[in-house]
């Protein structure tokens, strides 16, 4: 049965993060009734280091007058003005100005749980229907059930589902029948949040990174290793970031308390500088977290046989953190998602197989390219002349096709003629009936330092051909 109108919709959405915050806000502020089914008991202060460049933060600063991207940037790094690049011989590589730096408005980071409560705060202000502590069990989508069975018998209807459930995403294996496919990228990340000391101030080279009314971020690359540390709110904070090679089987938990003697092992072993150890040495140690990075495969569809059910974020796409856009990326797929909801008078199936026609290439080239990124950083010897010869490869992956994008302006733009292609029945592929991906990341290969043979090594295996 197709409603009369969009603003009779009930949305089902499962998962309280980023993509279930933002799909809930943009389709309660459409005129639909969304229920956010979340397992947690509310909103979530775990997380260390996230960043929304403009693509993401565009919308942040839509809601309520700006008043949401206030309360984002006074909360995080609001006063940096370069991002620097060095070695692990601690070679000053490049020094990039800060994308804050030059787009005050549009471009938050900071600590993750933080930036969560003010988008949850906000959730509550415009009268989202939250409902926490309610863990699914099954996905309903028949003709007469569509939503969720909770734990102990519960039952969430509605007339669409969105399936914001994360990387371990139940949808995936009940609504699109997907084998789960998680498999150990062969790397993990160290991460840690702390609030800074007046004795920590004192440190040498830590104190180079804490400056009166001055953020600092600084990002180093070694041979299998990356990180960045953060300072912020006038030197009160500090998060720090190191990813590295690791051969852990990947069990049901990815993530586990992490130890400062295998931290610095790794430290030892890539000949990284004083500045790390100083960090590592005063970092509490029930705040380092050691987290598998798990990379799953490209999947051929994010929609349910009946096409009322779409999974969205890393339930679609798990990012590795080197795409630079995990988080901005489900933002996007939520704000498409209610937008089309909100056009497609009714009629979601038709809805949501527009809204994947929108999304599926652009996100697709971004969410493969985060193992391109993390070779280029990882496989090469980097000193200042190398960076002087390849000028575009040692970067932060924020293209202008990426960055620029304006996720509003796009689905208005391509709803009606994609929508027609649904309903005519237009033959094709999915990569062949979606938009192009809007840009690549060519721009980042060192190819005349890498033999034509080993060029698929800086790439995944199973790379979707899609239009660029």
Known sequence: ??????????????????????????????????????????????????????????????????????????????????????????????????????????????????????????????????????????????????????????????????????????????????????????????????????????????????????????????????????????????????????????????????????VSKYLKDAGFPEIWHQVLGVTPDDRIIDYKLVWRDAIPTWLSSSKKCAVMGDAAHCHLPTSAQGACQAVEDAVTAAICLQKCNGDVAAGLQVFERIRFNRSHVIHQASILTRNIYHKNDWTPDLVREYPDSLVLPFYPWVTDFDVFANAEKHFDHLLEDVKSGKPGTIEQLALPAGGNYDAMLLEKRIPEEKLDDLAPSNVVRVQS
Request: hydrophobic letters at 40%.
């Open 1 to 262: 049965m197709v409603k009369s109108t969009s603003k009779d919709l009930r949305v089902v959405i499962v998962g309280g993060g980023f993509a279930g915050l933002t799909a809930a806000i943009e389709c309660k502020l459409r005129g639909m009734h969304p229920i956010l089914v979340e397992a947690y008991s509310g909103a979530s202060s775990h997380g260390d280091l996230l960043d929304f460049v403009r693509n993401a933060g565009r919308v942040f600063e839509s809601w309520d007058n700006g008043n949401v991207g206030r309360r984002l940037m006074a909360a995080g790094v609001n006063a940096a003005k370069y991002l620097e690049i060095y070695n692990a011989q601690n070679v000053l590589l490049r020094k990039d100005p800060w994308p804050q730096a030059e787009d005050k408005d549009c471009v938050y980071a900071g600590h993750r749980g933080e930036m969560h409560r003010i988008i949850y705060e906000y959730a509550i202000e415009v009268g989202v229907d939250m409902q926490f502590s309610k863990r699914v069990e099954r996905y309903l989508d028949s003709d007469t059930e569509r939503g969720v069975l909770i734990e102990g018998g519960e039952k969430i209807l509605g007339d669409v589902v969105l399936a914001c459930d994360g990387p371990k995403s139940l949808a995936r294996t009940q609504l699109l029948q997907l084998p789960e496919s998680t498999v150990n990228s062969g790397y993990a990340i160290f991460r840690a949040f702390f609030n800074i000391t007046d004795e920590m101030r004192q440190l040498p080279e830590f104190s180079e990174m804490i400056k009166p009314g001055e953020d600092s971020v600084r990002f180093w690359v070694g041979r299998d290793m990356h990180g960045f540390i953060y300072t912020w709110k006038n030197g009160r904070d500090c998060a720090w970031v190191l990813t590295h090679l690791d051969d852990a089987n990947i069990a049901e938990t990815w993530s586990f308390p992490g130890k400062k003697e295998d």
